[in-house]
């Protein structure tokens, strides 16, 4: 089967700790998901207004150009209101995309 006809699994799970919100992603992020994404990153940022939101990329084994776009928004979107937004533990395929777009090195710093 393709990707089109079987869409990729992803999940996440958010914990709202004294300092940051946490949101750990796991599975495969692109156009099939890319509604669902959004949502769980704008909700995280939405429940610590002017926290850190760090996301956790451990387990994320695939990424195209729609799920780092949807990052980048996140980004933009943390900022105004008032807090950071960093990816934490991209490694692998992953990492080496994000580097490739020349996106890592911003989206790592927390700024």
Known sequence: MDRASNPP???????VLADRVRITLAGEFDLANEQELTSWLLDAIQAGPGHAVEVDMHDVGFIDSSGIRVLLQAHAAAAKHGGSFRLARASGT?????????VYDYLTTGG
């Open 94 to 102: 992953v990492r080496e995309v994000l580097e490739i777009v020349a």
């Open 9 to 15: 699994q992803a999940t996440h799970d958010v914990e």
